[in-house]
């Protein structure tokens, strides 16, 4: 608190003055979006897959998808990624970044780098790319990807809602 004296002929006024001044306990400022991928936090839905393999095509077309957020450092997470259809059962190792575009959106980046235990499937690919934008109603994205040497070259689309738990 300040105090500024004003003096007016024989009499002297003090008035005291409030410094507004910055508190050490302000309110922070508040973050612009709620963190997007939160540890633990389950995204579930649907992938479809397509393309070509030199054993033929994909089976199923659509499988059930659930990506689940194992650890988190930064805009960097790593994650489980389960994919089954009843008779594929399939749980991929990824990782992943989390980015603000140039229109100010949230995008996810992933790469498949191993399985979790014993897959039940005849043939699976690894270093699989996906690709993603949150909208309203959760990640919507593709993923790609080719192999030329064994004339292979896959793609499809998933879209992942949050699951509250």
Do not use: C
């Not at 030199?54 to 990624?81: D, K, Q, Y």
């Not at 309203?136 to 879209?159: I, M, P, Q, V």
């Amino acid at each position: 608190m300040y105090a500024i004296t004003f003096r007016v002929g024989f009499l002297t006024t003090v008035l005291p003055v409030v410094a507004l001044m910055p508190s050490v306990h302000a309110e922070q400022p508040r973050i612009e979006v709620e963190d997007p991928l939160p540890l633990d936090s389950q995204w579930t839905g649907k992938l479809t897959q397509g393309g070509r393999t030199r054993e033929g095509g994909l089976s199923p077309p659509v499988l059930n998808a659930t990506l689940t957020i194992t650890e988190r450092r930064g805009n960097e997470f790593e994650a489980e990624l389960h994919e089954d259809s009843g008779t594929l059962n399939i749980t991929f190792l990824v990782r992943g970044r989390v980015s603000r575009s140039d229109d100010k959106s949230l995008t996810l980046d992933i790469v498949s780098h191993g399985v979790k235990g014993a897959p039940n499937v005849a043939i699976y690919f690894l270093n699989v790319a996906y690709a993603a934008k949150l909208t309203a109603d959760g990640w919507r994205g593709s993923w790609t990807f080719e192999d030329k040497e064994n004339d292979t070259s896959l793609a499809g689309e998933f879209h992942l809602k949050r699951s509250l738990e």
